[in-house]
C-alpha cells in the first residue's frame, strides 16, 4: 500500500508560467515532507523541504505547500524554466527516535515534468 | 568537496553471481542510505547504517542481501546469488549527524542489470 502518492505520472507546462506538482499521504505519523528532483542517469537532487508544523515554505523559485488535514502537499515553480524539466518526487519522513537523524524517507513514484520553451 | 560517489555506476552480473555496489559518503557525513529503483517506480527504502552499525534494515529483503558500513573504507551492499528481478537502480545517500532541513545528498546510483 502506498503511503506517498503522486498521481500525476507527467506534466506538461509552457516556460514562465507556473507548474504546480501534487502529493498525497497517507500516514498522520509523517512529520516532515521533502521535494527531490532527478535528472535521467543521476542521483536525485533535493529541493526543498517542510516540517508538518508549517503550512508553507519558500524557496527562490520553488514554494512547498502542506495541508495537513487534507494530507495533501504540492509543489510551485515559478516561473518555470526548461532546465527544471526533470522527474519530481515526493518524500516523507516520520519522526523516529534516532537521535536526530532523518532515517528512511517513503518515496512517491514521481511526476514527469516537461517545460516547453 | 566530492559528492557522495557510487561505483561501478553500471554493473552487469549473470544470474548466481554476487554483486557488490559501494558508496563513498560526502566528507563528514556519517549516515548512510541505500536505496533501491525499479523500473516506473519510486525509491524504496533498504537500509541506514552509522558507522560499523546497522540502525535500520527493515527495507532490506531478509536473504541474499546484506550492506555494511566498516570503520575505515566505503558502505558495501552486497546482493548474493542475484536474480532478474534485481535488475534495478541502487542509489546511496549520506547525511551528517544533524541536518537542518532533513535533505539527505544522493550518489548517481549503480544500474545493476542482471543477465
Known amino acids: 500500500d502506498q503511503q506517498v502518492k503522486q498521481n500525476s505520472p507527467s506534466l506538461s507546462v509552457q516556460e514562465g508560467r507556473i507548474s504546480i506538482l501534487n502529493c498525497d499521504y497517507t500516514n498522520s505519523m509523517f512529520d516532515y515532507f521533502l521535494w527531490y528532483k532527478k535528472y535521467p542517469a543521476e542521483g536525485p537532487t533535493f529541493l526543498i523541504s517542510i516540517s508538518s508544523i508549517k503550512d508553507k515554505n519558500e524557496d527562490g523559485r520553488f514554494t512547498v505547500f502542506l495541508n495537513k488535514s487534507a494530507k495533501h502537499l504540492s509543489l510551485h515553480i515559478v516561473p518555470s524554466q526548461p532546465g527544471d524539466s526533470a522527474v519530481y518526487f515526493c518524500?516523507?519522513?516520520?519522526?523516529?527516535?534516532?537521535?536526530?537523524?532523518?532515517?528512511?524517507?517513503?518515496f512517491g513514484k514521481g511526476t514527469k515534468l516537461s517545460v516547453k520553451p | 568537496n566530492a559528492g557522495v560517489m557510487q561505483n561501478p555506476r553500471h554493473l552487469v552480473r549473470r544470474r548466481g553471481q554476487e554483486a557488490r555496489l559501494r558508496c563513498s559518503p560526502m566528507?563528514?557525513?556519517?549516515?548512510v542510505y541505500w536505496y533501491r529503483q525499479l523500473p516506473e517506480e519510486g525509491l524504496k527504502f533498504m537500509v541506514y547504517l552509522q558507522k560499523e552499525n546497522i540502525i535500520d534494515e527493515s527495507g532490506m529483503p531478509k536473504e541474499r542481501f546484506s550492506a555494511e558500513f566498516p570503520k575505515e573504507g566505503p558502505s558495501i551492499l552486497r546482493i548474493q546469488q542475484v536474480v532478474r528481478g534485481d535488475s534495478a537502480a541502487y542509489f546511496c545517500?549520506?547525511?551528517?549527524?544533524?541536518?537542518?532541513?532533513?535533505?539527505?545528498?544522493f550518489g548517481s546510483g549503480t544500474r545493476l542489470t542482471v543477465v
Open positions: 566528507k563528514g557525513h556519517s549516515h
Open positions: 545517500a549520506s547525511s551528517p549527524r544533524w541536518s537542518e532541513n532533513y535533505g539527505y545528498t
Open positions: 518524500a516523507a519522513s516520520e519522526d523516529k527516535d534516532y537521535g536526530g537523524s532523518q532515517g528512511n524517507l517513503i
